[in-house]
C-alpha cells in the first residue's frame, strides 16, 4: 500500500497551483543550496580546470578502479564466507542441543553490538602480539566476516522461522532425517526467498571494506587517500570516491528491490518474513 | 583486567565521549530523518525527489568516506568546524537516512482508514500528517529506531579513525602504551555491550508504554 497516496486529495486548481508554487520554492532552494557551494568551492580556487583535470585522465582511474577491483574483491570473499558462517550460526541457534544453541545465541549477540572497528584494532594489534601476522587482506576480511556472520545468521534463522511449518513436518513424514530435511527441503527455499536480503547486506559488507583505509589495504578509500596525499587533490578525489561508491551500491541495492519485486509476496509466509527482515535489517545496518 | 582498572580515567574518558557522540548525533538524525521522511510522503513531487535523492546518496556512502570527507576535505573549502561538532554532523547525516527510511515504513503501516478520516474531516496534508499519521507511525516504529540507535552507537567508533578520542580511540590507544590487546580491547567491547544493552532496555520500556493495541 502507498500510504502517501492516500494523505492527500487529488488536487484541485488552488491545490494545483499551491503545489506548482511549492515546486518553484524547493527549486529555488536548492539552486540556492547549489549556488553557495559552488560559490564557495570557486572562492577557495577548487574548481580550477586544473584541480579536476587529472580525474580525466586514464591513470588516475586505472589506480581508482584497481582500488575498486579490490574493494569488490574484498567484499565477495567476506560475503561468501559471512554467508558461510551465518547458515552454520542459524542452524546452531536453531539447534536442539542447549549447547550449540547457547554458544551461538552468546556469539551472535555479542557480535552484534561490538563495533567492527574494535575487531579490526584487536587483529591490527592484538593478533601480531599473539605471532599472528596475516596478510593486509586478511586483516580486513577476517574481522568483516567474524561481526557479518552474525548479522546473517539472524536473517537466515528468520528465513528458516517464516517457511511454512508443513515444509518441514512433510519431510520428517516422507523418511528424511533432521539434516536432510534442513539441508534438502528447508534451506533452499529460505535462501531463495532471502535472496534480496542476502544482496542489500552485501551492500553493507561492501561499504565496511572502507575500513581498509585504516589496515591499509589499498582498497577504493586506500587509494584515494594514497592519491590525495600525492597530488593534494583532497576534496575533489574524496568526492569522486563518494560518487563511486554511490553508483555501486545504488545498483546493488536497485538489484535487490528488483529481485524483491519479482518475487511477489502473496503467501502470508512472506509477509511475515518480509517483516521479520526489515525488522532485521534495520537493526543490523551497515556502517 | 588489571590493565583496563590501572587506565580506568582513560576508559571513562572514552566512554562519556561516546555516550555525547551517540545522543548528540542520534537527536540530530532523530529531527532530519522525520523530516526528510514527512518530505518523502508529501504531494509536491520536487519534495519527493529531493527526499529520495537524500536517503540514496547517504545510504550508499559508506560512513568513513563521509567523515573523510568533511573532515579531510571540507577545510579546503573553507569550511572548518571543530572535529567533534564534524562528527556529530557526519553521523546524524548518515544516521538520517535510515531513521527516515524506519518513519516512513511506519507511516505506511498506518491503516488507511485514518488518512482517510483525516481527510474527511478536512485536515491539510500537513495537519493530517502532524496530528494523525505520524503520531501513530512513530509509535509503530519505536522497535526499529532502538535497532538503528545500537547501530549509531557501533558507527560513532568510526569517529575514531578521524581522531576523535572516543572508546575504541581510547583502548587502541592504551594498547599501545600497555601492549595487552586481549584485556584492553575486551574492556572496551563490554563498554559497548554495556551501552547497547540499557539501549536495549529502554527501547522495550518506551515501546511497552506507547504501543498500539489493535
Redesign the interface.
Known sequence: MSASRVLFDEPGPIARRRMRIATVVVGVAVAALLAVAVKRFADHGQLDADKWRPYTTWPMWRYLLEGLWATIRAAAVATALSVVGGIVLALGRLSRQRALRWSATVYIEVMRTVPVLLLVYLVLFGLPHYGVDLPLFWKLVLPLSVSASAVFAEIFRAGILSLDRGQREAGLAVGLTDGQTMRLIVLPQAVRRLLPSLVSQSVGLLKDTSLGFIVSYSELLYSGRVLATYNRLLIQTYIIIALVYIVLNASLSKLARTLEARQGFRSVGRRRLRTLVRAKAAADQPL | MDVVLRHLSAFTDGIVTTLELTALSFLGALLIGVVVAAM?????????G?GTVYV??F????????L??FV???P????IFPLFTTAVIVIALYEAA?IA??VR?G??T?S?GQ??AA?ALGLT?GQ??RLV?LPQALRGVV??IG??F??LT??T??A??VGVVEL?SA??RV??ME?Q??PV?VG??IG??LI??TAGIVTGMIERKVAIVR
Open positions: 518523502r510522503v508529501s504531494p509536491v513531487t520536487a519534495l519527493r529531493v540514496e546518496t545510504q550508499n556512502t559508506p560512513l568513513l568516506v563521509l573523510v570527507l579531510f576535505g571540507l579546503e573549502v573553507g569550511v535510515y527510511e524506519a515504513s507511516i505506511n498506518v488507511i488518512a482517510e481527510r496534508f493530517s500528517l499519521i522497535q526499529p535497532n538503528i545500537i547501530a557501533m558507527n567508533s568510526l575514531a579513525a575504541t583502548a587502541n594498547n599501545l601492549a590487546p586481549i580491547f572496551a567491547g559497548y555491550m547497547c544493552a
